[in-house]
Every structure is written in C-alpha cells, then in structure tokens.
C-alpha cells in the first residue's frame, strides 16, 4: 500500500526516477483495485462506470510512474509512446520496466535504491 500511496503523492511528477518495485506494486494495486470494481459492476449488473471513472483518475499518475521507470533505466519518458505500435510496442515497454535501474546517478538523478526514503 505504501507504493501505491507514494505514486498517488507524486500525481503529475513526471521528473526523477521510479524503482521497479514502486512501479510494479502500483500496478499490481491497480489491477486489484480494477478487479473487484468491474466485479461489483458485474454483480450489480451496471454500465462500468465506476472502473472507467477510476481508470480516468489513475490515468496521470500511472503514466507519471511509467515515465519516471524509464528514466530509471536511462531512457527518455518519449519511450512511452512506443506502446502504439501493436503488440510488439507494448511488450517492448514491459521489458523496459523489469530492467533494473542503471547505476549510481544519471541524467534523470540518483538511483533511488541508494537513497533512503
């Protein structure tokens, strides 16, 4: 829960970098969070508006995070847009976001493994 709230802190942040852990625990809460509200729109037999409005909500931060996990593996936020290229752009950007950080500082700042929260 920790990482999910420390994403939603840093709403808009699209500067510094992102550990494969805050990145992947947020995406793990969402998915879980996405879950039990497509089923509790499924069981009360609704339109999926309470999923599409969450979705809507989680949007920025979710491309925040992103953004700030490829710069963890020294790669431009740009990077993001691949994933408009069918199929293969998507998996390449899951690659990019299980790659481990890049060493001691780069251009985006500190790795955030060596910096004590």
Known sequence: ???YIKVL???A???????REEYWMFFLFNLIIGFV???FERVLGVDPFLSGLYNLAIFIPFLAV???RLHDTDRSGWWWFIV???LLGALIL????????????????DNPKNVNE
């Open 66 to 68: 992103t953004v700030r």
């Open 37 to 39: 509200l497509t089923l």
């Open 1 to 3: 829960m920790h990482w």
């Open 94 to 109: 899951f690659v990019f976001t299980l790659l481990d950080s890049t060493p001691g500082r780069n251009v985006y700042g």
């Open 13 to 19: 942040v699209f500067t510094g970098r992102a550990r």
């Open 9 to 11: 802190k840093h709403y």
């Open 84 to 86: 408009m290229i069918p």
